[in-house]
Structure formats: C-alpha cells, structure tokens
C-alpha cells in the first residue's frame, strides 16, 4: 500500500526565504507526482506535475524534484512572499490511484 | 490549466434531507471524476470514482447507497448526499484528471454543513 508523508506538518518562515517542502512515498513505482496548493476552505490548485520518467519541473518562483529511487520529492519555493501562505499537499499516481500526503502548512510571516 | 467547476461552494441542510453536488470540467471532457472528502486538517480521501455512461467504483467503506454518483455526461457528474446526518458534514471535492498527461484538476470544493 502507498504511504505518502510530508513531515513537518507546518512551518512558518519570514518573507523572502528561501524554502524547501518534502514529500515521501513508501512505493517509487509511481506514474507521476504532483504537487498542490490549497487555500483554507477552497479547493486544490496544481502547482507542479512531475512524470515518472522526468526528475524536475519549475513554474516561476517553484521547482519540484523528483528521485523515485529514494521515494522523495521536493517543492523549493524561492523568495517566499505572504501570499504563498496555504497548505501544500503532494500527492502520487501509484497502480491508478492517487494518494495524498496530509499537507504541509506554510506560513510567510511579512 | 484545465477547469473544473463545483457548485454549491456551501450548502446547510436539515438532517434527513438530500444534497446534491454539482462537477463540471469547463473546458475539456473528462471521461473520469473522482470524488473525495476531506475532514479538517486531514488530507483527502477518495470517495468514489465516477466514469461517464456507467456504475461509480466506491472505495472501501463508503456506502453508495449513502453517496449517489452519476456521470450522465463527459461534462458533469453530481454527487448526492442521501438522508444527511450531521457526520455526513465535510468538505467534498471533486478533479478530473487530463486525458494525456494524467495531471489533476480540482473544483473549489463545496463544505456541507447537516443540522
């Protein structure tokens, strides 16, 4: 059965850091990994989708990494402003079922 | 990105009454929905996945007597609530997933709320 982690389960850091998100999983057979934002009482926004076959992928301020060998991910959130501020979950494509991980809680103190 | 739109974003109701719950992907078919449910500060847990022009596969535990799933279209499938309780209140979310490249679109979620 897949497991995905994301320790720790919150974090707050001033604005303008740097910042990186974990993300383990137990199986690495995984199809793909992706990673998400959500907004308190919203919906999940797709920030990164990373295929098996591929070992980053960057939008603006993000870059996630992949090592399916070792079972991580990364989300690096370059100079971090207030309003990346939600919960950031991954999740992986695993035997055509998507597992999540319980969120990362960030907070960008101003 | 692809859009999936979910309507309503809030619904309260009385105990005992029906709650239907509305996914639409906007701008692309999607053959495939799943539904999830997500309780405060947990992650997600699928529901069910609805596929269009056929019976819903339920995941294990999730009584689809309970939780009514039709995918009448490659455009819409509901969600209906049945003879709601106050532990049947949560936030449900519904995605649809990109035929090619298998990335996940999610609605805005709709946060029920049984009196």
């Known amino acids: 059965k897949q497991e995905v982690t994301q320790i720790p389960a919150a974090l707050s850091v001033p604005e303008g850091e740097n910042l990186v998100l974990n993300c383990s999983f137990t199986?690495?057979?995984?199809?793909?990994l992706q990673w998400f934002r959500q907004d308190p009482g919203k919906g999940l926004t797709s920030l990164l989708l990373i295929q098996s076959s591929q070992r980053e992928q960057t939008s603006g301020r993000l870059n996630a990494s992949l090592d399916k060998s070792s079972g991580r991910s990364t989300l690096y959130i370059a100079a971090s402003q207030p309003g990346d501020s939600a919960t950031y979950l991954c999740?992986?494509?695993?035997?055509?079922?998507?597992?999540f991980g319980k969120g990362i809680t960030l907070s960008v103190r101003p | 990105g692809a859009v999936v739109s979910q309507h309503p974003s809030w619904v309260i109701c009385k105990s005992g009454t029906s709650v239907k719950i509305e996914c639409r992907s906007l701008?692309?078919?999607?053959?495939?929905m799943f539904w999830y449910r997500q309780f405060p500060k947990q992650s997600l847990m699928l529901m069910a996945t609805s596929n269009e022009g056929s019976k819903a596969t339920y995941e294990q535990g999730v009584e689809k007597d309970k939780f009514l799933i039709n995918h009448a279209s490659l455009t819409l499938s509901t969600l209906t609530v049945t003879s709601a309780h106050p532990e049947d209140s949560s936030f449900y979310i519904c995605?649809?997933?990109?035929?090619?490249?298998?990335?996940?679109?999610f609605g805005e979620g709709s946060r029920l709320t049984v009196l």
């Open positions: 701008d692309f078919q999607a053959t495939t």
């Open positions: 995605s649809a997933p990109d035929t090619y490249t298998g990335e996940l679109f």
């Open positions: 999740a992986v494509l695993h035997n055509s079922k998507l597992t």
């Open positions: 199986d690495s057979a995984i199809y793909n």
